[in-house]
């Protein structure tokens, strides 16, 4: 995390899913709606799908979340000299915590939150999905705008973001127990 850590801090986050459509979109509108300005978030994936799911759209838009320039892109755009410099990195899916990420300007903390893929349901139950991924991320969210950033040091912040990637809807490699 950088230097400049206090009550006046801007946080950067950014949200990592392999395809960059669903999980990642969702999360970076809920930080940056209940983040409220000391928090700013993005999303990227590894392997970009090029588009926004079409679900993730409708629940965001019905919950009234802000989808302005959402879209989906590679993580390559933010490991630019010029890209923003995170604080944060939170995976959303599995995969893509497996993978060899960019190496990124500050060394941000990382964290796994991975949630199954609701754009992998089909039919009928894909928006009760995709409401739930919303829940899952929203409730971690909260949890981590709860944390004392400013007063916590880096090995108790990297714990709080161990345990909250294992809340509830933890996927398999988030560390979930059954």
Same mark, same amino acid.
């Given at each position: 995390?950088?230097?400049?850590? =206090?009550?006046?801090?801007?946080?950067?986050?950014?949200?990592?899913?392999?395809?960059?459509?669903?999980?990642?979109?969702? =999360?970076?509108?809920?930080?940056?709606?209940?983040?409220? @300005?000391?928090?700013?978030?993005? #999303?990227?994936?590894?392997?970009?799908? @090029?588009?926004?799911?079409?679900?993730?759209?409708?629940?965001?838009?019905?919950? @009234?979340?802000?989808?302005?320039?959402?879209?989906?892109?590679?993580?390559?755009?933010?490991?630019?000299?010029?890209?923003?410099?995170?604080?944060?990195?939170?995976?959303?899916?599995d995969n893509a915590a497996g993978e060899t990420c960019p190496v990124w300007i500050g060394h941000p903390m990382t964290a796994h939150w991975g949630i199954e893929d609701p754009a992998s349901v089909e039919g009928a139950g894909q928006r009760d999905a995709f409401m739930?991924?919303?829940?899952?991320?929203?409730?971690?969210?909260?949890?981590?705008?709860?944390?004392?950033?400013?007063?916590?040091?880096?090995?108790?912040?990297?714990?709080?973001?161990?345990?909250?990637?294992?809340? &509830?809807?933890? #996927?398999?490699?988030?560390?979930? #127990? &059954?």
């Amino acid at each position: 995390m950088s230097d400049t850590i =206090g009550p006046d801090k801007t946080y950067n986050v950014l949200f990592l899913c392999t395809g960059n459509s669903a999980r990642s979109i969702l =999360g970076e509108a809920v930080m940056n709606k209940l983040g409220e @300005g000391r928090f700013r978030a993005w #999303s990227a994936g590894s392997q970009p799908k @090029g588009e926004v799911h079409p679900m993730a759209i409708s629940v965001l838009e019905n919950m @009234g979340f802000d989808i302005t320039g959402m879209r989906s892109k590679g993580w390559g755009e933010f490991a630019a000299p010029d890209a923003p410099q995170f604080d944060f990195i939170f995976t959303v899916c599995d995969n893509a915590a497996g993978e060899t990420c960019p190496v990124w300007i500050g060394h941000p903390m990382t964290a796994h939150w991975g949630i199954e893929d609701p754009a992998s349901v089909e039919g009928a139950g894909q928006r009760d999905a995709f409401m739930q991924a919303l829940r899952y991320l929203q409730n971690r969210i909260s949890l981590f705008l709860a944390l004392p950033l400013a007063s916590l040091d880096e090995m108790a912040t990297r714990r709080k973001l161990e345990e909250i990637g294992q809340s &509830e809807g933890a #996927s398999a490699k988030a560390g979930a #127990s &059954e």
